[in-house]
């Protein structure tokens, strides 16, 4: 088992460990998301992804990606926590972090067997779809119904504190 501290890797030497789990007949699978304020519905995604093969790489995406696709303010944990969380996680066996709009690159680089996505998506919403099928891989929907998001989160903590503090 990888020490918590060694999963982060680059993704140049991520590829070639990739490519060796592949000789050795194992199946890799790629989850991909910002992972802000981990919560019970990232957990059975990432849970339900490893299920799908014998080694789970999870796509952090970075601060200033997080930024340009939430919005100002987010995310709420900087990308070394966020990775440190998760890097705690038995599931989890490698962690990279990508800066890019989606995670195409990440996938042509990488080319894992499996990319899951979670339950806001269907396999012909997936962005990546079409990368994912031109290296042979599946791609798969995985985790529970979509109950819990951060933004979701956010909200309701904001909601909670403004009526505790109005009185």
């Not at 990739?18 to 059975?44: E, P, S």
């Not at 601060?63 to 070394?80: A, C, T």
């Not at 962690?95 to 998506?121: M, N, Q, W």
Request: glycine residues 8%; proline residues 5%; charged residues 25%.
């Amino acid at each position: 088992m990888t020490a918590p501290a060694d999963k982060l890797q680059p993704r140049a030497s991520l590829a070639a460990e990739c490519a060796a789990w592949r000789r050795q007949g194992l199946r890799t699978v790629l989850a991909n998301g910002a992972f802000d304020l981990l919560h019970c519905g990232h957990v059975r995604y990432l849970e339900a992804a490893r299920a799908h093969g014998d080694r789970l790489v999870v796509a952090v995406n970075s601060d200033r990606s997080v930024q340009h696709s939430k919005g100002p303010g987010r995310p709420i944990m900087p990308e070394r926590e966020r990775v440190e969380i998760l890097s705690h996680l038995w599931m989890v066996d490698r962690i990279c972090l990508f800066d890019e709009p989606t995670v195409a690159s990440v996938l042509e680089e990488l080319r894992p067997d499996v990319h899951a996505k979670g339950t806001d998506y269907t396999v012909e919403t997936v962005p990546e779809r079409q990368v994912v099928r031109s290296y042979g891989g599946t791609t798969v929907i995985c985790g529970d119904p979509k109950d819990h998001a951060t933004t979701d989160l956010i909200r309701l903590v904001l909601d909670r504190f403004g009526r505790a503090a109005g009185g």
